[in-house]
C-alpha cells in the first residue's frame, strides 16, 4: 500500500514537470498574430480543442489613446493553458466570426486577467463582443492572502519573473502595421502569465491530498465551484470610504463623436443612485451591462430605471437637464438620421477644463445631424479664432491645417458622389454598386439608402481643412488657463454656446437648455 502511494506521487511529480520547467523559464510556446477573420477562425478551432481539456483562458486588450481619449481596442491578447497565444487585431479586420465569439461568451470557459471587466466592458462596447465566465485574479489572490494586485506583482511573486511594463510600450503604437517584436512580447505575456499565475494560485488553494488523487480535470472542477461567486463580477476593493473602486468608471470612454449613427441615440433609460435619486438618463446597453454585472438593479419598466447597488460620487445637478428624456432629431434641423454627438465646446479645450467644472457634460453634447455637423465644425474655426484672439495667442492661424484621414475619407465620397450623379449613364451596374457600396460603408449605412437626395446633400458641403491638432492643442491649453486664472469658466462655456446659436441657428434645442447653464 504504502509502495503505491509513493509510486503514484512519483509519477504525479513528474507529471507536473512541464509546470515546473515553465516556471523555471517563463516562455509562450507559440504566437499566432492574427490579421483576418479566417485566421481567426482558424485559431478559434485551436482554443475550442484545448478548452475541452481545462477551460481556462487568459485575456487581456492593448488600445490607443489619442489626446486623452480611448480609442476602440486594436488588440485582443487570448492564451491557453498550453501556452498558445493569439494576439488578434481587431484594429484590422473590427469583428470576430462566431466560432471564436462563442468561446468567448461561454460562461464555462473561464476567462482570467487583471481588470478583465474593463476588457470585457470595452470588447463590449466597440464591438459587441460579450465576455462571458471572466473572473478577475485580484479575487483569488486575495483567497490566497496575498497582498500583490497588479499583473506584474503577482507574476513577480508567483513565477519569479519580470514583466516589461515600460511605458512606452504599454502607450505604443496597437494599430500599427506591424507590431515590432517586442510589442508582440509584451502583449502576449499579459495574456500568459495570466493563466500560469491562475495555475499558481490554484496549486496554493488544492490539497496535498487532492493534488495526489484527483486528476487536473478534477482539480480544476473543484477549484472553479468554490470561486463561482467571483464569476462575472468587477473586482470591487472596498475602501475605507465604502466607495467601490471600479477602474471602469473613470476610463469608459464617451460614446464615440466621430461615428455616425443612423439609430436613434437616446434610449432615454433612467439611471437612481443607491438612496433613489435620479442620477441621469442613460442607454438600454448600459443598463443591460450594470444589471449582468449584479451593480444595480431593475426597478422600473417603463421608462426602464435601474438604482446602484454602491454609492455613486455624483454631484446632483442644479436643475433637471440631465435627468430629462431627450428626442432623436438634429437638434439644428430636426433631421431623424445620420447622428453625431457635437460637442459644443470643442474637444481640445474640454480635455484642459478641470473636472469639477464639467461634472454635467450632456447639457454641452447635442445630437446633429451629418450635415450640421460638418457645417459646425467649420463654424468652429472661427471660435477658436475668437477664443485665440481673446487670449492674446497670434501664434498660429486656424486654417493653417493638416488633413486627417476622417476628412480624407469624407472628400473621397464627395468624389465618389460627384462621379455617381454626373456620370449616371456611363457606368455599369457593377461599378455603380460598388461605388455606392464604398460610400455607405464611410456613413456606416445600408447600401440601397444611398439615394441621390443623399448624394446631392453630400456634393453640397463645403469641407475646410482640419487643423493642426497639436499645435491647436497648446493654445487650447493656454485659453482654458486665461479662463481659469480670470476665474470665468462660466465665461468661456458661454461664449462657445453662443457661437454655436449665432453660428448654427438650432431650432430644436433640448428643454431647460441655455448659454447660461451652470448644471
Ligand atoms: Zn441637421
Redesign the pocket.
Known amino acids: 500500500m504504502l509502495f503505491s502511494i509513493i509510486k503514484l506521487m512519483m509519477i504525479k511529480a513528474f507529471s507536473k514537470i512541464p509546470l515546473i520547467r515553465s516556471l523555471l523559464k517563463l516562455r509562450v510556446k507559440q504566437i499566432d498574430i492574427v490579421d483576418s477573420v479566417e485566421q481567426c477562425e482558424r485559431i478559434a478551432v485551436k482554443f475550442e480543442k484545448s478548452c475541452t481539456c481545462i477551460p481556462v483562458l487568459g485575456l487581456d486588450c492593448e488600445w490607443v489613446n489619442q489626446n486623452g481619449i480611448r480609442k476602440p481596442v486594436a488588440l485582443l491578447q487570448i492564451a491557453d493553458g498550453n501556452g498558445m497565444c493569439s494576439l488578434i487585431r481587431l484594429s484590422k479586420f473590427k469583428t470576430i466570426p462566431p466560432s471564436l465569439s462563442n468561446i468567448l461568451s461561454n460562461s464555462d470557459v473561464i476567462k482570467v486577467g487583471v481588470a478583465i471587466s474593463d476588457d470585457a466592458y470595452f470588447l463590449m462596447n466597440d464591438y459587441n463582443i460579450q465576455i462571458s465566465g471572466y473572473i478577475d485574479l485580484r479575487y483569488l489572490a486575495k483567497e490566497c492572502c496575498l497582498k500583490e494586485r497588479s499583473l506584474a506583482a503577482l507574476a513577480h511573486k508567483l513565477l519569479g519573473c519580470e514583466l516589461d511594463k515600460d511605458w512606452r510600450v504599454r502607450a505604443s503604437d496597437w494599430e500599427a502595421e506591424l507590431l515590432s517584436d517586442r510589442q508582440t512580447e509584451y502583449a502576449a505575456l499579459d495574456a500568459y502569465v495570466a493563466v500560469e499565475i491562475l495555475k499558481q494560485l490554484i496549486n496554493k488553494k488544492i490539497s496535498w491530498w487532492d493534488w495526489l488523487f484527483l486528476t487536473d480535470k478534477q482539480q480544476w472542477d473543484s477549484f472553479i465551484v468554490k470561486y463561482l461567486k467571483y464569476k462575472d463580477q468587477p473586482y470591487k476593493n472596498i475602501r475605507a470610504n465604502g466607495n467601490a473602486n471600479f477602474k471602469s468608471k473613470s476610463t469608459v470612454r464617451s460614446y464615440s463623436t466621430s461615428t455616425i449613427k443612423t439609430t436613434k441615440v437616446y434610449d432615454n433609460c433612467l439611471m437612481e443612485n443607491v438612496d433613489g435619486t435620479t442620477m441621469s438618463t442613460c442607454s438600454n446597453k448600459k443598463i443591460d451591462w450594470y444589471i449582468s454585472q449584479g451593480l444595480a438593479k431593475l426597478v422600473n419598466d417603463n421608462p426602464r430605471t435601474i438604482r446602484l447597488n454602491f454609492p455613486a460620487d455624483i454631484k446632483k445637478p442644479k436643475d433637471n437637464f440631465s435627468v430629462l428624456p431627450r428626442e432623436n432629431i438634429?437638434i439644428?434641423?430636426?433631421?431623424c438620421e445620420y447622428f453625431h454627438k457635437k460637442n459644443i465646446i470643442p474637444k481640445e479645450f474640454v480635455r484642459y477644463i478641470p473636472t469639477e467644472y464639467k461634472s454635467h457634460t450632456s447639457h454641452d453634447t447635442l445630437l446633429?445631424?451629418h450635415?450640421?455637423f460638418i457645417k459646425s465644425n467649420a463654424f468652429d474655426l472661427t471660435l477658436r479664432k475668437k477664443l485665440f484672439e481673446k487670449c492674446q495667442i497670434h501664434e498660429l492661424n486656424p486654417h493653417d491645417s493638416q488633413m486627417n484621414p476622417t476628412h480624407m475619407k469624407i472628400i473621397k465620397s464627395k468624389n465618389l458622389a460627384k462621379t455617381l450623379l454626373n456620370c449616371r449613364d456611363k457606368l455599369s451596374d457593377n461599378t455603380r454598386n460598388k461605388l455606392k457600396l464604398e460610400i455607405a460603408k464611410t456613413y456606416n449605412i445600408k447600401p440601397d439608402r444611398v439615394f441621390d437626395t443623399f448624394l446631392e446633400t453630400l456634393i453640397t458641403i463645403k469641407y475646410l481643412k482640419y487643423e493642426n491638432y497639436k499645435q491647436h492643442s497648446s493654445a487650447a491649453e493656454k485659453v482654458v488657463k486665461h479662463f481659469l486664472e480670470q476665474n470665468a469658466m462660466n465665461e468661456l462655456k458661454a461664449m462657445c454656446r453662443q457661437h454655436f446659436l449665432d453660428a448654427m441657428k438650432p431650432k430644436h434645442l433640448p428643454h431647460l437648455w441655455s448659454v447660461t447653464y451652470d448644471g
Open positions: 438634429c439644428v434641423c430636426g433631421s446633429i445631424c450635415f450640421c
